[in-house]
């Protein structure tokens, strides 16, 4: 199976200034990660997206991955971080998103993305997303 790497959610400039870092799970396999973009530049994006539209189970399914992403993100934080999270309401917003940190769960963001999480939930039976983006790699 195709490798990725976790990422930890938050980094620090320089100077001490928290950012948030939208996404856990990295794709390390690159020809994986050029599939994935050209599905992307095909549509696939929105064709996704319109399935989540018009499938409620499909679209209930997504919104748990994305809730399950967000509660993996938050949990990786360290206790130290994770009160810098909440004493910044900007951080605290941008620690509320799924799958690369979208607010809408209808939405997909990246396919990469949402492959990875997939990849890292596979013993777990992957995610709802992935497992269409597996079924277009597969075609």
């Not at 599939?35 to 189970?57: C, F, N, P, V, Y």
């Not at 919104?63 to 938050?74: E, F, P, Q, S, V």
């Not at 209808?106 to 990875?116: E, G, M, P, S, V």
Request: aromatic letters at 8%; one cysteine or more.
């Amino acid at each position: 199976m195709a490798g990725y790497e976790t990422i930890y959610p938050l980094r620090f400039d320089d100077d001490g200034t928290p950012t948030p870092f939208p996404t856990i799970y990295w794709l390390t396999d690159e020809d994986l990660d050029r599939r994935l973009a050209d599905l992307e530049r095909l549509g696939h994006i929105r064709k996704i997206e319109q399935r989540i539209a018009a499938d409620s189970t499909l679209r209930h399914r997504v919104h748990a991955d994305h809730a399950a992403y967000r509660d993996a993100r938050r949990a990786m934080l360290t206790a130290d971080d994770r009160r810098v999270v909440e004493a910044s309401p900007s951080l605290s917003r941008s620690f509320r998103g799924g799958v690369g940190g979208t607010a809408d769960f209808d939405r997909i963001k990246c396919l990469q993305a949402h492959y990875a999480h997939h990849l890292a939930r596979s013993e777990r039976g992957g995610t709802a997303a992935g497992r269409v983006i597996e079924g277009w790699l597969n075609d």
